[in-house]
């Protein structure tokens, strides 16, 4: 029956970033579904494991700062070691920085593009390597943002992050379908996090975002539980390279 293929009971899925925000929104949403969760966190793990447990699933945290990929071999030796496998990819840890563009460091240029989008690159090659040597395929979900299909403003970095996020979700499926791993993205539209705290504290962008919202409210962590749990079961094996907008209309007004 239908419902059985978004089952993910007995799955171990992999996410970064899952101590606040759409991240945990995530890691709880793939729980309630059946998964273990294996958190990647640099500042250890808070509340998430109690939200992931009080679902009935297991959690383990591994520390790591992924502004630096040498970190990412001992993430996916931890993970493998505490679950024995590997089944779903979430390139969730993301940060951004607002700067004029006229004035925009090259601090704050790499350090975005190291999180953001080389982790994620390299990130998914191990995690696909896993994946393949386990057989039976898998599923990486990365997190994109409204700004991989804009422009965006103050934040050249992020914007240039985010839309390699969607070429490379294309790349990877494109490479790795014949294998049985499905890549493709979650794109969130404007979300109340820590991400978009500055943006909802200027009273006129706040403003300004808001009213050409469609849904007329800005998304929260729960918004993403249904998309992710279809991106990552077997109700979506025919969806591949794709970077699904979990905007509240944003994109189609
Ligand atoms: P958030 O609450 O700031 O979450 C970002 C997460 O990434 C945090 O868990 C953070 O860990 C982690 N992280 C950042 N740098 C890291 C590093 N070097 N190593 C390990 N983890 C790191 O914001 P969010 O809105 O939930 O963001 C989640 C994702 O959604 C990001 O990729 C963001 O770009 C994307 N997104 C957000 C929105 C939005 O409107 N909020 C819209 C589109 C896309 P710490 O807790 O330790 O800082």
Not at 100 to 114: L, P
Request: proline share 3%; charged share 15%; glycine share 10%.
């Amino acid at each position: 029956m239908i419902l059985n293929a978004f089952n993910l009971q007995g799955k171990v899925a992999l996410i970064t970033g899952c101590n606040t925000g759409l991240g945990q929104g995530m890691a709880v949403g793939l729980a309630q579904a059946g998964c273990d969760v294996v958190g990647v966190n640099r500042s250890g793990a808070r509340d998430t494991p109690a939200l992931v447990e009080a679902a009935g699933r297991r959690f383990v945290n591994i520390d790591a700062d992924l502004m630096d990929s040498s970190a990412i071999p001992q993430v996916v030796e931890k993970a493998v070691a505490a679950f024995g496998r590997i089944d779903i990819l979430i390139n969730n840890a993301g940060i951004i920085r607002r700067q004029d563009a006229i004035e925009f460091s090259e601090q704050n240029w790499d350090d975005v593009m190291n999180v953001n989008s080389k982790t994620v690159f390299f990130m998914s090659q191990a995690v696909a390597r896993q994946f393949i040597s386990q057989g039976g395929g898998g599923k990486i979900i990365n997190i994109a943002s409204m700004l991989s299909f804009q422009g965006g403003i103050r934040v050249p970095s992020y914007t240039a992050s985010k839309s390699a996020v969607m070429g490379l979700t294309r790349l990877m499926a494109n490479e790795w379908a014949a294998h049985n791993i499905n890549v493709n993205a979650i794109a969130p539209g404007y979300m109340a996090t820590n991400n978009t705290e500055q943006l909802r504290n200027d009273e006129d962008r706040s403003q300004e975002i808001l009213s050409r919202i469609p849904a007329g409210r800005w998304g929260v962590p729960q918004d993403l539980m249904g998309p992710i749990v279809f991106l990552a079961s077997s109700a979506s094996d025919y969806v591949n390279g794709y970077t699904l907008a979990v905007d509240g209309g944003w994109l189609a007004r």
